[in-house]
């Protein structure tokens, strides 16, 4: 019996040895208060902000010499309420178990951010908070939307090379394609410059439950504000987005553009489809190991089945008190013409998301957010 008890042990610790595993407990808390200039067809709104706020747990095992299993929870919330963000879920934000290897990529299964949020949306320029992206974030340029029961690899840097692609599977009995998602991106980083291009197709679920809470697209809802709420009926969105950056020094300029395509079908409000072509260059300076700033301007115009144009401005400033502990100031201006869909254009900052009522919005906001 001791012998028995000797060997089991001593096979206990060699498995022990050979599977080493961590556990991360991780967050963010920010929050800050805001200035808007129109909203909701009120001239002034003064109120306290969260932006993604979020804790999470991830980890690894090794499972061998080049395979690990990883796994990440993340939940959303809003720092200024305690509310639960992403639609009320536990773990909104992410949820996902999979495999990793160096030699073949990663593999992970379960609610997760499309590649083009992995790949493109760094070089963006998208540092805060959605204030460098298109107005109402129609192209998912700011990650708007989540996706569930997704699969999705990510392959290894291959010389400065990374490929990334993501299926959602619609779940939907006799339909494959009803609330698929699917999405591909190929991106190169090398020394002081990247560039990334990726494509998302988004099938907007059964006709009579689009645009609500019951929807059976694998794909968040992209209708969040009035710039395309018209179009909450879309059988399919189809978005292109390619985004570049260099580095000169303590200098950064770059950009990105995209072109998104909301599509009817029979069962659709609207008959023809709604296109919008977005460009969003920026410049950012490095003016210290603690404070940098970035100005930016985003061009959208929309056509098909309503025509607008949009205007946007924004600048920012991010001060680190510590590594793990920031204060930053953002200022934004849109000014918007034309039509919705819905009637005159309602100008929107960005992501934030919150409807003018008028032809114009800006925005003042200073938050402090920190790590842990």
């Known amino acids: 019996m001791k012998k028995l008890l000797c060997v089991t042990s001593l096979m206990s610790t060699a498995l022990c040895a050979h599977a080493q595993s961590s556990v991360t407990l991780y967050g963010i808390m920010n929050t800050g208060v805001m200035y808007v200039h129109n909203s909701s067809g ?76 992995d790949l493109v949306l760094p070089l963006q320029g998208n540092s805060l908070i959605g204030i460098y992206t298109s107005p109402g974030d129609v192209d998912n340029a700011d990650n708007s939307a989540r996706f569930s029961n997704t699969i999705k690899w990510i392959s290894p840097n291959w010389s400065g090379l990374t490929a990334a692609a993501m299926y959602g599977v619609g779940g939907v009995a006799g339909s494959i394609s009803n609330g698929q998602t699917y999405a591909a991106v190929l991106a190169y980083n090398s020394g002081p410059g990247g560039l990334a291009a990726g494509y998302t197709h988004i099938d907007n679920g059964t006709a009579s439950l689009r645009g609500t809470t019951s929807s059976t697209s694998s794909s968040d809802s992209l209708f969040l504000s009035d710039v395309n709420r018209a179009y909450v009926s879309a059988r399919a969105i189809d978005i292109v987005r390619v985004a570049g950056a260099y580095q000169i020094g303590a200098f950064t300029a770059g950009g990105y553009v995209s072109y998104s395509d909301y599509k009817p ?93 008028k032809s114009s919005q800006a925005v003042v906001n200073v938050s402090i957010r920190h790590k842990f």
Do not use: C, I
Not at 327 to 335: I, L, N
């Open 42 to 117: 009120a001239s002034t709104q003064f109120t306290t902000t969260s932006f993604s706020s979020r804790w999470g747990l991830k980890g690894a095992e090794d499972l061998s010499a080049d395979l690990k299993a990883v796994f990440q929870l993340e939940n959303g919330f809003a720092a200024t309420t305690g509310a639960l963000g992403n639609g009320g879920r536990e773990f909104g934000r992410r949820a996902l178990v999979g495999f990793s290897s160096k030699t073949f990529g990663t593999v992970t299964l379960g609610r997760q951010v499309d590649p083009l949020v």
């Open 265 to 357: 079908d029979g069962s659709s409000t609207f008959k023809v489809s709604e296109k919008y072509k977005v460009a969003g260059p920026y410049v950012a300076w490095q003016l210290s190991p603690a404070l940098s700033t970035q100005l930016g301007y985003v061009y959208m115009k929309s056509s098909g089945a309503s025509s607008a144009t949009y205007n946007q401005f924004a600048v920012q400033a991010d001060y680190f008190l510590s590594k793990r502990t920031d204060v930053y100031a953002f200022a934004g201006y849109t000014h918007a013409s034309g039509s919705n869909g819905l009637g005159a254009a309602d100008a929107v900052v960005g992501s934030l998301d919150r409807n003018s009522g």
